[in-house]
């Protein structure tokens, strides 16, 4: 392999980590917002029943505060994890193939935690409510 060869492969896979990381915050930035929203209507039907007309309208304002928040939450989990991608590009570890996909995935890893946490949290604080506890919500994630 030629060193024009290995630059061109090198310019690949930055441009992969960080589209990746780009992916992931743009996709949960969209679906995760979906998600979070639709998981918390649902377990608070199945908590409370019928919604009033104020409650229902007290959950569109949350889900309305949603699609801010969400997609500022997924953009600071892509800065977040930007400088583990930068760390995977320095020469000690660009040389070795495995510790830069380990990197790589840790770094798609953070981009995504930030989301994640805000659905569990949304959902265990907005949609459980007293003692109802739906029967898919996992024992061990508070309530």
Known sequence: ??????????DVLWATGC???AFIALTCATLGTCLDVVLVART???CLGDLSAGEGLAGLI???SRFVIFPLLSGVSLLASLPIILLAHLSL???RDWLKASLMLLAALISIAGPMVMIVH????EGITGDCEP???PSWLPS
Do not use: C, K, L
């Open 19 to 21: 589209g990746i990381s």
């Open 1 to 10: 392999m030629t060193e024009r060869d290995a630059s061109g492969a090198s």
């Open 135 to 137: 029967p898919w919500w």
């Open 44 to 46: 608070q039907g199945y």
């Open 62 to 64: 949350w889900a309305a």
């Open 122 to 125: 949304d959902v265990a604080v």
């Open 93 to 95: 570890f660009a040389n």
